[in-house]
């Protein structure tokens, strides 16, 4: 009796990494589009952006005293 055969990928190499980018990416696009939230202007881009804002603008004011 073999043992059972052990896979390392479950498509391949490559094709792991694209097939998890690309998953990522489509539950990211649908939950932008579903969630009443982000159609409120909440998005994930304005959300980060605003807090990029908020550090670059804390570290002018330090630079400032």
């Known amino acids: 009796m073999s043992t059972p055969a052990r896979y390392e990928y479950l498509i391949s190499r490559s094709g ?3 097939f998890s980018f690309t998953v990522g990416t489509l539950a990211y696009f649908i939950n ?3 969630n009443p939230r982000a159609q409120n202007g909440k998005t994930l881009f304005e959300l980060v952006s605003r807090a990029r804002q908020r550090k670059i603008d804390e ?3 330090r630079r400032q005293l």
Do not use: Q, S, V
């Open 16 to 18: 792991d990494i694209i």
């Open 59 to 61: 570290r002018e004011a």
């Open 32 to 34: 932008e589009r579903d």
